[in-house]
């Protein structure tokens, strides 16, 4: 049974930092490319970043790039994200997702999905 699991969020200021962990179990972790991506109340599911399957290659949206930094561990089945600089803006639930192939900012690219973990912001 496939499982991803985030953890890391939090209610935190504006301008803070949070690392958020997505911990991967019953699949071949190196194999997938690892994105995540953040919902809002009444808003679709947005991308944020990728990270190919070797970590070389890195991806981010607009909103947070300069901001937001995306990792993996691929030894320890577990991806990363860093989110500096935080805003109220940022507010939202965060899942990871991994995918074997296809456009990685699309969200019904990616196979499998971890239950999200919620970030707050505030002003």
């Known amino acids: 049974q496939v499982q991803l699991v985030e953890s890391g969020g939090g209610l935190v200021q504006s301008g803070a930092s949070l690392r958020l962990s997505c911990t991967a179990s019953?699949?071949?972790?190196?194999?997938?490319?690892i994105g995540w991506f953040r919902q809002a109340p009444g808003t679709e599911r947005d991308f944020v970043a990728s990270?190919?399957?070797?970590?070389?290659?890195?991806y981010y949206s607009e909103d947070v790039k300069g901001r937001f930094t995306i990792s993996r561990d691929n030894a320890k089945m577990t991806a990363f994200l860093q989110m500096d600089n935080l805003k109220p803006e940022d507010t939202a639930v965060y899942y990871c997702?991994?995918?074997?192939?296809?456009?990685?900012?699309?969200?019904?690219?990616?196979?499998?999905w971890g239950q999200g973990t919620q970030v707050t912001v505030s002003s």
């Open positions: 997702a991994a995918a074997r192939n296809g456009n990685i900012g699309y969200p019904g690219t990616y196979n499998y």
């Open positions: 019953g699949l071949a972790f190196g194999n997938y490319v």
């Open positions: 990270i190919s399957r070797s970590g070389k290659n890195v």
